[in-house]
């Protein structure tokens, strides 16, 4: 079967660095996304990996092991509009999206 | 641009009811989507579609139909509502390039009573 796996919640404090891990197994793999979904909100679009490695985005960034079948998001210098839900998501064989539950992120003062 | 736009917001439906939800993107894009997000579970795909007249099944198809007769639309039709499809439905759209960004729409939450 098709299986992501993701913590249901987690905590950090304002101004850390907090890892959000992902990890896969899927009927096949065509890149990995993560998505940021505010709480009654569409999910919107935060990273792609395709390739095994650390992909930048400002105060983000995604690893992506293939051989592992397993990413992580990272996020710098949090800030309380970072508190959210953060999905995980792979493309399969089929090149359809097979989505995590979402890892809810709560962001203390 | 608006992006990705559906209707109703909210809808509350009784048992055997049948609705259509509405779903436009002005992005032009190829690739459309349907999926429902259930407390505590991933997003599943209902149906999608890789341009006009051309649609097919996702993961969770039963009880819902589709069409595709422009680029922009793609609705949703639920034809003998069940409790077991309360749930909120996100359409999205993309260009279907390598990255394939989905820009997703606002959301229907739907209530089957």
């Known amino acids: 079967g098709q299986n992501i796996d993701q913590p249901t919640e987690m905590t950090a404090t304002e101004g850390a660095i907090v890892q959000i891990n992902c990890t896969y197994q899927?009927?096949?793999?065509?890149?990995l996304f993560w998505y940021q979904q505010h709480a009654g909100e569409a999910p919107t679009f935060l990273s792609y990996n395709v390739l095994d490695g650390l992909e930048e985005k400002g105060r983000f960034s995604s690893f992506l092991s293939r051989s592992k079948g397993y990413s992580y998001l990272l996020l710098k210098e949090l800030q309380m509009k970072d508190s959210a839900s953060y999905l995980c998501?792979?493309?399969?064989?089929?090149?359809?999206?097979?989505w995590g539950a979402g890892t809810k992120l709560i962001i203390k003062p | 641009n608006a992006g990705v736009t559906q209707t109703p917001k909210f809808r509350i439906l009784k048992i055997g009811q049948s609705m259509t939800l509405q779903c436009t993107q002005d992005?032009?894009?190829?690739?459309m989507y349907w999926y429902r997000q259930d407390p505590g579970m991933g997003l599943k795909l209902i149906y999608y579609s890789v341009g006009a007249g051309i649609t097919d099944k996702g993961e969770v198809p039963n009880g819902y139909n589709v069409s595709r007769s422009t680029t922009e639309d793609f609705p949703l039709r639920l034809e003998l509502a069940a409790p077991s499809q309360t749930s909120v439905y996100f359409c999205a759209s993309s260009y279907g390039t390598e990255a394939d960004e989905q820009f997703f729409g606002p959301g229907t939450r739907l209530t089957v009573l």
């Open positions: 992005m032009n894009h190829n690739y």
């Open positions: 998501a792979v493309r399969d064989t089929n090149y359809q999206l097979i």
């Open positions: 899927t009927s096949g793999f065509n890149g």
